[in-house]
Protein backbone atom coordinates (compact mmCIF):
# COMPACT_ATOMS: atom_id res chain seq x y z
CA UNK A 1 0.00 0.00 0.00
CA UNK A 2 1.22 3.21 -1.45
CA UNK A 3 2.13 5.96 1.69
CA UNK A 4 0.41 9.22 1.42
CA UNK A 5 2.82 12.12 1.22
CA UNK A 6 3.08 14.12 4.07
CA UNK A 7 4.80 18.27 4.58
CA UNK A 8 4.20 20.99 3.10
CA UNK A 9 2.14 22.54 0.34
CA UNK A 10 2.66 26.58 -0.09
CA UNK A 11 -0.46 27.88 -1.60
CA UNK A 12 -0.61 31.82 -3.13
CA UNK A 13 -4.33 32.23 -2.52
CA UNK A 14 -6.79 33.84 -4.94
CA UNK A 15 -8.59 36.70 -4.32
CA UNK A 16 -12.57 36.26 -3.33
CA UNK A 17 -11.93 32.87 -1.69
CA UNK A 18 -11.54 31.52 2.08
CA UNK A 19 -8.33 30.18 3.58
CA UNK A 20 -11.09 27.03 4.27
CA UNK A 21 -12.11 26.92 0.62
CA UNK A 22 -8.28 26.80 -0.10
CA UNK A 23 -8.12 23.67 2.23
CA UNK A 24 -10.86 22.23 0.83
CA UNK A 25 -10.16 22.06 -2.61
CA UNK A 26 -6.51 20.70 -1.69
CA UNK A 27 -8.46 17.86 0.56
CA UNK A 28 -9.98 16.80 -2.95
CA UNK A 29 -6.84 15.32 -3.76
CA UNK A 30 -6.42 11.40 -3.52
CA UNK A 31 -2.88 12.24 -1.92
CA UNK A 32 -4.23 13.86 0.84
CA UNK A 33 -6.46 12.43 3.38
CA UNK A 34 -5.60 15.59 5.87
CA UNK A 35 -4.96 18.76 5.58
CA UNK A 36 -5.38 22.45 7.68
CA UNK A 37 -3.94 25.42 7.16
CA UNK A 38 -1.81 27.88 9.47
CA UNK A 39 -3.04 31.07 9.11
CA UNK A 40 -6.12 32.64 8.21
CA UNK A 41 -6.20 35.35 5.05
CA UNK A 42 -9.20 37.19 4.22
CA UNK A 43 -10.81 36.86 1.15
CA UNK A 44 -9.83 39.52 -0.31
CA UNK A 45 -6.06 39.37 0.40
CA UNK A 46 -4.08 36.58 -1.54
CA UNK A 47 -0.74 35.42 -0.95
CA UNK A 48 1.22 33.01 1.20
CA UNK A 49 -1.06 30.09 2.70
CA UNK A 50 0.68 27.27 4.50
CA UNK A 51 -1.48 23.94 4.07
CA UNK A 52 -0.44 20.99 6.36
CA UNK A 53 -0.51 17.74 4.57
CA UNK A 54 -1.45 14.26 6.47
CA UNK A 55 0.64 13.69 9.39
CA UNK A 56 2.43 17.41 8.56
CA UNK A 57 -1.46 18.43 10.32
CA UNK A 58 0.47 17.77 14.08
CA UNK A 59 3.26 20.28 12.90
CA UNK A 60 0.65 23.52 13.11
CA UNK A 61 1.83 24.46 16.42
CA UNK A 62 5.40 25.33 15.00
CA UNK A 63 3.23 27.37 12.70
CA UNK A 64 0.77 28.69 13.98
CA UNK A 65 2.86 31.70 15.89
CA UNK A 66 5.05 32.26 13.20
CA UNK A 67 6.01 36.02 12.13
CA UNK A 68 4.33 37.35 8.49
CA UNK A 69 5.40 39.70 6.07
CA UNK A 70 2.81 41.76 3.88
CA UNK A 71 2.35 44.42 0.84
CA UNK A 72 -0.39 46.28 1.55
CA UNK A 73 -2.42 49.72 -0.09
CA UNK A 74 -3.99 51.94 2.36
CA UNK A 75 -6.39 54.43 1.09
CA UNK A 76 -6.68 57.86 3.54
CA UNK A 77 -9.22 59.51 3.72
CA UNK A 78 -12.13 56.89 3.60
CA UNK A 79 -13.35 55.02 6.66
CA UNK A 80 -15.52 51.71 6.19
CA UNK A 81 -17.34 49.59 8.70
CA UNK A 82 -14.79 46.41 8.07
CA UNK A 83 -11.67 48.65 7.62
CA UNK A 84 -11.23 47.36 4.26
CA UNK A 85 -12.29 47.49 0.62
CA UNK A 86 -14.68 45.20 1.11
CA UNK A 87 -16.79 46.67 3.32
CA UNK A 88 -19.37 49.88 3.37
CA UNK A 89 -18.12 53.54 3.50
CA UNK A 90 -18.91 54.89 6.96
CA UNK A 91 -17.18 58.25 6.65
CA UNK A 92 -15.13 60.28 4.13
CA UNK A 93 -13.15 63.32 4.27
CA UNK A 94 -10.67 65.24 2.31
CA UNK A 95 -6.72 64.53 2.67
CA UNK A 96 -5.34 67.68 4.49
CA UNK A 97 -1.87 68.26 2.92
CA UNK A 98 0.33 66.05 4.72
CA UNK A 99 4.14 65.69 3.81
CA UNK A 100 5.89 62.76 3.72
CA UNK A 101 7.84 63.31 6.70
CA UNK A 102 4.83 63.34 9.00
CA UNK A 103 3.38 60.48 6.80
CA UNK A 104 6.54 58.18 7.60
CA UNK A 105 6.79 59.89 11.56
CA UNK A 106 3.74 58.70 12.00
CA UNK A 107 3.69 55.16 10.49
CA UNK A 108 6.98 55.32 12.81
CA UNK A 109 5.46 54.66 16.23
CA UNK A 110 3.35 51.60 15.17
CA UNK A 111 6.65 50.07 15.06
CA UNK A 112 7.51 48.17 18.18
CA UNK A 113 5.12 46.09 20.13
CA UNK A 114 1.86 47.98 19.79
CA UNK A 115 -1.99 47.32 21.60
CA UNK A 116 -4.84 46.80 18.47
CA UNK A 117 -8.54 46.27 19.06
CA UNK A 118 -9.70 42.96 17.11
CA UNK A 119 -11.88 44.51 14.01
CA UNK A 120 -15.72 43.44 14.44
CA UNK A 121 -15.35 42.19 11.32
CA UNK A 122 -13.20 39.15 11.42
CA UNK A 123 -13.51 35.55 12.21
CA UNK A 124 -12.19 35.02 15.63
CA UNK A 125 -14.75 33.98 17.80
CA UNK A 126 -17.41 34.69 20.79
CA UNK A 127 -18.95 31.76 22.17
CA UNK A 128 -17.86 29.89 19.55
CA UNK A 129 -19.37 32.08 16.70
CA UNK A 130 -17.27 34.07 14.32
CA UNK A 131 -17.61 37.99 15.14
CA UNK A 132 -18.55 38.96 11.38
CA UNK A 133 -21.58 36.96 12.11
CA UNK A 134 -22.53 39.15 15.13
CA UNK A 135 -21.47 42.48 13.11
CA UNK A 136 -23.88 41.19 9.94
CA UNK A 137 -26.51 40.58 12.14
CA UNK A 138 -26.00 44.33 13.02
CA UNK A 139 -25.23 43.28 16.51
CA UNK A 140 -21.34 43.92 16.74
CA UNK A 141 -19.43 41.97 19.72
CA UNK A 142 -15.95 44.05 20.28
CA UNK A 143 -13.40 42.15 21.69
CA UNK A 144 -10.80 44.15 23.94
CA UNK A 145 -7.44 45.49 22.82
CA UNK A 146 -4.65 43.09 22.29
CA UNK A 147 -0.38 42.90 22.10
CA UNK A 148 1.21 42.57 18.62
CA UNK A 149 4.39 43.05 17.54
CA UNK A 150 5.15 45.20 14.50
CA UNK A 151 8.84 44.36 13.37
CA UNK A 152 9.20 47.01 10.69
CA UNK A 153 7.05 49.32 8.19
CA UNK A 154 8.74 50.20 4.83
CA UNK A 155 6.77 52.65 2.91
CA UNK A 156 7.20 51.61 -0.57
CA UNK A 157 5.21 55.09 -2.30
CA UNK A 158 2.81 58.01 -1.39
CA UNK A 159 0.23 59.08 -3.93
CA UNK A 160 -1.72 60.59 -1.87
CA UNK A 161 -4.38 59.32 -0.93
CA UNK A 162 -2.75 55.90 -1.71
CA UNK A 163 0.32 54.78 0.53
CA UNK A 164 1.74 51.40 -0.62
CA UNK A 165 3.98 50.00 2.49
CA UNK A 166 5.40 46.32 3.27
CA UNK A 167 5.17 45.42 7.06
CA UNK A 168 6.72 42.47 9.25
CA UNK A 169 4.75 41.91 12.07
CA UNK A 170 3.55 38.68 13.86
CA UNK A 171 0.58 36.78 14.34
CA UNK A 172 -2.75 37.79 14.95
CA UNK A 173 -1.89 41.70 13.68
CA UNK A 174 -4.34 42.93 11.52
CA UNK A 175 -3.18 45.04 8.43
CA UNK A 176 -6.23 46.57 8.04
CA UNK A 177 -6.85 47.60 11.65
CA UNK A 178 -3.42 49.41 11.55
CA UNK A 179 -4.24 51.33 8.82
CA UNK A 180 -7.73 52.62 10.35
CA UNK A 181 -4.90 53.12 13.21
CA UNK A 182 -2.68 55.18 11.12
CA UNK A 183 -5.33 56.63 9.28
CA UNK A 184 -6.77 58.13 12.49
CA UNK A 185 -3.50 59.30 13.96
CA UNK A 186 -3.23 61.36 11.00
CA UNK A 187 -6.46 62.94 11.76
CA UNK A 188 -7.96 61.90 8.40
CA UNK A 189 -8.90 57.91 9.26
CA UNK A 190 -8.51 55.31 6.35
CA UNK A 191 -9.04 51.74 5.26
CA UNK A 192 -6.78 48.76 3.65
CA UNK A 193 -7.43 48.86 -0.14
CA UNK A 194 -4.91 45.72 -0.92
CA UNK A 195 -3.08 43.59 0.73
CA UNK A 196 -0.83 39.85 -0.12
CA UNK A 197 0.91 38.42 2.11
CA UNK A 198 4.61 37.75 0.56
CA UNK A 199 5.94 35.36 3.75
CA UNK A 200 4.98 33.26 6.67
CA UNK A 201 7.18 31.51 8.89
CA UNK A 202 9.85 32.17 6.70
CA UNK A 203 8.10 30.41 3.60
CA UNK A 204 8.16 32.81 0.72
CA UNK A 205 5.41 33.89 -1.89
CA UNK A 206 8.35 33.46 -4.86
CA UNK A 207 8.44 29.86 -3.14
CA UNK A 208 4.38 29.52 -3.60
CA UNK A 209 2.39 27.86 -6.29
CA UNK A 210 -0.51 29.17 -7.66
CA UNK A 211 -4.02 27.12 -6.39
CA UNK A 212 -5.20 26.42 -10.05
CA UNK A 213 -1.43 24.42 -10.64
CA UNK A 214 -1.65 22.54 -7.26
CA UNK A 215 -5.16 21.64 -8.56
CA UNK A 216 -3.99 20.48 -11.98
CA UNK A 217 -1.23 18.53 -10.29
CA UNK A 218 -3.53 16.56 -7.98
CA UNK A 219 -5.76 15.67 -10.70
CA UNK A 220 -3.14 13.96 -12.48
CA UNK A 221 -1.71 12.32 -9.14
CA UNK A 222 1.36 14.36 -8.95
CA UNK A 223 0.41 16.92 -5.88
CA UNK A 224 3.37 15.09 -3.77
CA UNK A 225 6.04 17.00 -6.40
CA UNK A 226 5.11 20.08 -4.60
CA UNK A 227 5.10 19.22 -0.61
CA UNK A 228 7.68 19.61 1.31
CA UNK A 229 8.74 16.73 3.19
CA UNK A 230 7.87 17.56 6.96
CA UNK A 231 11.85 16.89 8.05
CA UNK A 232 12.35 20.13 5.63
CA UNK A 233 9.42 22.05 6.57
CA UNK A 234 10.33 22.89 10.03
CA UNK A 235 13.57 25.05 8.71
CA UNK A 236 14.77 26.78 11.71
CA UNK A 237 14.46 23.75 13.77
CA UNK A 238 17.59 22.01 15.03
CA UNK A 239 18.25 18.74 13.89
CA UNK A 240 19.69 15.57 14.91
CA UNK A 241 19.94 12.30 12.73
CA UNK A 242 19.55 9.36 14.69
CA UNK A 243 21.22 6.14 14.28
CA UNK A 244 19.78 2.68 14.81
CA UNK A 245 19.30 2.45 18.23
CA UNK A 246 17.61 5.72 18.49
CA UNK A 247 15.22 5.21 15.88
CA UNK A 248 14.40 1.84 17.39
CA UNK A 249 13.85 3.54 21.16
CA UNK A 250 11.84 6.09 19.54
CA UNK A 251 9.65 3.66 17.59
CA UNK A 252 8.89 2.00 20.65
CA UNK A 253 7.80 4.89 22.40
CA UNK A 254 11.09 4.58 25.32
CA UNK A 255 11.80 7.38 27.46
CA UNK A 256 14.63 9.30 24.97
CA UNK A 257 17.55 10.87 27.52
CA UNK A 258 19.94 13.38 26.83
CA UNK A 259 23.22 11.37 26.83
CA UNK A 260 20.93 8.75 23.94
CA UNK A 261 21.69 12.27 21.82
CA UNK A 262 25.41 13.51 21.39
CA UNK A 263 26.35 17.14 20.92
CA UNK A 264 22.41 17.88 21.66
CA UNK A 265 21.29 20.94 19.96
CA UNK A 266 21.19 24.09 22.84
CA UNK A 267 17.48 24.36 21.51
CA UNK A 268 13.76 23.77 22.44
CA UNK A 269 12.79 21.71 20.16
CA UNK A 270 15.23 19.08 18.05
CA UNK A 271 13.63 17.24 15.00
CA UNK A 272 14.99 13.75 15.07
CA UNK A 273 15.53 12.84 11.29
CA UNK A 274 15.93 9.13 10.48
CA UNK A 275 19.19 7.69 8.01
CA UNK A 276 16.34 8.25 5.08
CA UNK A 277 16.26 12.04 5.75
CA UNK A 278 12.89 11.27 7.27
CA UNK A 279 11.21 12.89 10.29
CA UNK A 280 11.12 10.54 12.96
CA UNK A 281 9.84 13.04 16.27
CA UNK A 282 9.97 16.36 17.43
CA UNK A 283 11.42 16.42 20.97
CA UNK A 284 11.59 18.92 23.90
CA UNK A 285 13.89 19.74 26.95
CA UNK A 286 11.83 18.55 29.51
CA UNK A 287 11.99 20.15 33.17
CA UNK A 288 13.53 17.18 34.05
CA UNK A 289 17.22 17.75 32.55
CA UNK A 290 17.94 14.36 31.62
CA UNK A 291 15.21 13.32 29.59
CA UNK A 292 13.48 14.81 26.52
CA UNK A 293 9.57 14.81 25.96
CA UNK A 294 7.90 13.86 22.45
CA UNK A 295 6.00 16.33 21.08
CA UNK A 296 5.17 14.26 18.22
CA UNK A 297 6.37 10.51 16.56
CA UNK A 298 6.07 9.81 12.77
CA UNK A 299 5.38 6.52 11.60
CA UNK A 300 7.00 5.46 8.35
CA UNK A 301 5.57 2.59 6.41
Known amino acids: MRQLPSGILIVDKPEQITSATVVN???????????GHTGTLDPFATGVILCLINQA??????????????DAVMVLGTETDTQDATGTIIKKQAVPEIGNRIIREAMDRF???I????PAYSALKHNGIPLYTYARSGKPVHKPARRVKIG???IKSIDLPKIRFRVYCSSGTYIRTLCADIGNTLDCGGHLKHLRRIESS???IDEAEPLEKLEHLAAMGRLSEKIIPMAHALRGMSAYTADRALTERIKYGKIIYQHDIDSIPESDYIKIIDSDGNLLAVLSRSENRDRLDYCCVFHQA
Open 152 to 154: RIE
Open 57 to 70: TRLSRFFLHGWKTY
Open 115 to 118: SQIP
Open 202 to 204: GFR
Open 25 to 35: RIKRSPEVKKA
Open 111 to 113: QGE
